[in-house]
């Protein structure tokens, strides 16, 4: 299976200023945007409040910040809480944040596409 990687842009809802642009890896596994514990500094203004996170193997405490305008490639911009998590290589981008744009993944073609219509059911 091929990986999908997308470029993100992440701006914060109190300060315009704090931003950043980064490649992240679509992972279906994760449920919201992910990055690694290093980008909180750009985020001074956002209030970080403490959870946990379930991987394959053990519990991970993680910062999560809300209030987030997070754009992925030529998709619309949307809300989005972000998750900060120590030990983590690389950003994610969970299947929350795709449902919210909407988009969804081409399998065939290893690649996002626009969802035409919501399921309502």
Request: hydrophobic content about 50%; aromatic content about 10%; charged content about 25%.
């Amino acid at each position: 299976m091929g990986r999908i990687v997308q470029r993100v842009k992440i701006q914060s809802f109190v300060n315009k200023d704090e931003k950043v642009e980064v490649d992240a890896l679509v992972d279906m596994g994760a449920s919201i945007m992910a990055l690694p514990s290093k980008y909180k500094n750009i985020f001074k203004s956002t209030e970080l409040y403490d959870a946990e996170s379930v991987t394959a193997a053990w519990f991970v405490p993680v910062k999560i910040g809300a209030g987030f305008i997070v754009q992925v490639a030529d998709f619309r911009p949307t809300s989005a809480d972000i998750a900060f998590i120590d030990g983590l290589d690389e950003p994610l981008i969970g299947y929350t944040l795709l449902e919210a744009i909407p988009v969804a993944v081409d399998m065939l073609g290893h690649r996002l596409v626009p969802v035409k219509y919501l399921d309502m059911k």
